[in-house]
């Protein structure tokens, strides 16, 4: 039954005395949040059903022009196996993308953690994709604060949150455009903030955007090779780490991302130089 929009769960049964129903026994379930993750079980399948259809059907298209007779035609053949590892590839950053999200999802997933130099391994993410914002004609820059900064987590997931964010921030950019990283820590956190100047992202959009599969410009990001699931799996990395993330956008303008986590414990204080002294 449903009242007020709020679906509810009703279960009756008779109270019986010496063989006579006397009474009836009523129980009311809220089962709202029950509803809402077996939508979400039936998006996410509808969603994955798409985005596997998509390469498949145009890898299919290819490959049957191919093997009509455009093999023999060295250049149109060269052309269409160049979509088909394109279409290839894209397939399999969305089922690692899948599979990675599942993992953080189910929370069973247990991986190692240790101490990270977290603005180090920024500005490591920042080298590794300085060559994509130069092919892109953006400027990259890394900001570093005056004393290191450091986190427990896994090093693994912990370039990949940086990894999608400065990648999205240079992807989504324009010619000229550029991305700013920058770590820092307060007395209990330890922040990070990817800003671009790019396209930026309206107000509408904004509360969705971690949600799996949403796409701001859907043509837009599979034509970039986006999955749709990158954002995603940012949130539940911060959310693994007992820590936040934030954005702030204006259209036209850019985007700014702010994730906030616990700072570790000093270790060893008078080992912790700063960045340049190592």
């Known amino acids: ?36 993750l ?22 299919r ?17 060269h052309k269409f196996l160049n979509i088909i590892q394109m279409e290839t590839e894209r397939l399999t950053r969305l089922i690692n993308d899948i599979l990675s999200i599942s993992k953080l999802e189910s929370g069973n997933d247990e991986v ?16 590794m994709l300085s060559i994509h914002a130069q092919e892109k004609e953006v400027t990259l820059n890394y900001k570093l604060g005056s004393e290191p900064v450091y986190i427990i987590g896994n090093p693994d997931r912990v370039e990949q949150l940086l990894i999608n964010l400065t990648e999205n921030a240079i992807k989504y950019n324009k010619p000229g455009g550029s991305v700013t990283v920058q770590v820092f820590k307060s007395a209990q956190e330890a922040n990070v903030t990817i ?4 396209i930026g992202i309206a107000e509408e ?14 043509g837009r990001s599979r034509q970039m090779g986006g999955t749709g699931l990158g954002l995603a799996i940012v949130k539940h990395i911060v959310r ?7 954005v702030h956008s204006k259209l036209g303008e850019g985007t700014e991302f702010l994730i906030t986590l616990p700072l570790a414990p000093k270790e060893n204080p008078e080992k912790e130089t700063i960045f340049e002294d190592e």
Not at 116 to 127: G, M, N, S, T, Y
């Open 1 to 36: 039954i449903c009242r007020g929009h709020r679906p509810l769960r009703l279960y009756v049964s008779p109270m019986k005395q010496d063989d006579r129903v006397v009474g009836a026994l009523a129980i009311v379930e809220d089962i709202t949040e029950l509803r809402r």
């Open 38 to 59: 077996e939508q979400v079980r039936t998006d996410f399948a509808a969603n994955v059903s798409h985005e596997l259809k998509t390469p498949l059907t145009s890898i």
């Open 61 to 77: 298209g290819f490959v049957e022009t191919l093997q009509a007779g455009a093999i023999d035609n060295p250049e149109m053949a």
């Open 112 to 127: 190692a953690t240790e101490r990270i130099r977290l603005d180090k391994k920024a500005c490591d993410v920042c080298e």
């Open 195 to 198: 800003s671009d100047t790019g």
């Open 205 to 218: 959009n904004l509360p969705r955007l971690f949600e799996r599969f949403y796409r701001v410009d859907k």
């Open 240 to 246: 693994s780490m007992n820590g936040e993330i934030e």
